[in-house]
């Protein structure tokens, strides 16, 4: 028995490429007033990964984000996972105790 193409073998970052595509218009986060769809998640990630290469990020590194809750947690986390680095949130509220 072939078992070659029994798994798929997608990325994380390939999640928000293939929703783009079957559900463009569908809302995919909502973040207080903000909503965005499976194409605009995908395009503001792919945005993030072109900036992230540009800044010399590339595959296998940790990034660390320091940030507040917001829909851009999500557009990190697949922005970086398309270009294979891995997302490290650091709490904003830790303080030197």
Same mark, same amino acid.
């Given at each position: 028995?072939?078992?070659?193409? +029994?798994?798929?073998?997608?990325? !994380? $970052?390939? *999640? &928000?490429?293939? &929703? @783009?595509?079957? #559900? %463009? /218009?569908?809302?995919?986060? *909502?973040?207080?007033?903000?909503?965005?769809?499976?194409?605009?998640?995908?395009? @503001?990630?792919?945005?993030?990964?072109?900036? +992230?290469?540009?800044?010399? *990020?590339?595959?296998?590194?940790?990034? @660390?984000?320091? =940030? #507040?809750? &917001?829909?851009?947690? %999500? *557009? @990190?986390?697949? $922005?970086? =996972?398309? !270009?294979? =680095?891995?997302?490290? %949130?650091? /709490?904003? +509220?830790? /303080? $030197?105790?």
């Amino acid at each position: 028995m072939d078992t070659t193409n +029994m798994f798929h073998r997608d990325t !994380i $970052g390939d *999640i &928000s490429r293939r &929703s @783009a595509a079957r #559900y %463009p /218009n569908q809302t995919a986060v *909502i973040f207080r007033d903000k909503e965005l769809t499976f194409y605009e998640l995908d395009k @503001a990630a792919c945005r993030f990964a072109h900036l +992230m290469l540009e800044y010399d *990020i590339e595959k296998g590194d940790r990034v @660390a984000v320091l =940030a #507040y809750n &917001s829909h851009f947690y %999500p *557009i @990190a986390l697949l $922005g970086l =996972a398309k !270009i294979g =680095a891995t997302q490290v %949130p650091v /709490n904003y +509220m830790l /303080n $030197g105790e």
